[in-house]
């Protein structure tokens, strides 16, 4: 599986954002795909996930203002960005498992392919 990050951008405080996963070699509809996010100097963050099975997860701080979605026709995975804050700007990453590991979905170490990634800057 391949996965192609892409969307990152300078935006103001407030604005949205839409990054983009487009995977390559597996159907989005038959792995887990999920968004982390590392700002400098910190560990990389669960940020969303969207399951095989269509179960989605958000970390508690982005629910209500982060949405995942995919699409099967274009083979990708979004993430819609609103209200943004200085505090979510960081490198995003798509990740996706080759099969369920029995590991939370959470955790770095439940997916096997990652993006390159793509850095979201909010202006104060």
């Known amino acids: 599986v391949q996965l192609q990050a892409s969307g990152g951008g300078l935006v103001q405080a407030g604005d949205s954002l839409r990054l983009s996963c487009a995977a390559s070699?597996?159907?989005?509809?038959?792995?887990?795909v999920g968004w982390f996010r590392q700002a400098p100097g910190k560990e990389r963050e669960f940020v969303a996930v969207?399951?095989?099975?269509?179960?989605?997860y958000y970390t508690k701080s982005v629910r209500g203002r982060i949405t995942i979605s995919r699409d099967n026709a274009k083979n990708t995975v979004y993430l819609q960005m609103n209200s943004l804050s200085p505090e979510d700007a960081a490198v995003y990453y798509c990740?996706?498992?080759?099969?369920?590991?029995?590991?939370?979905?959470?955790?770095?170490?439940?997916?096997?392919?990652w993006g390159q990634g793509t850095l979201v800057t909010v202006s104060s």
């Open positions: 990740a996706a498992d080759r099969e369920p590991h029995g590991t939370s979905y959470y955790q770095t170490n439940a997916y096997d392919y």
């Open positions: 969207t399951t095989r099975t269509g179960t989605i």
């Open positions: 070699g597996r159907t989005v509809g038959s792995i887990a």
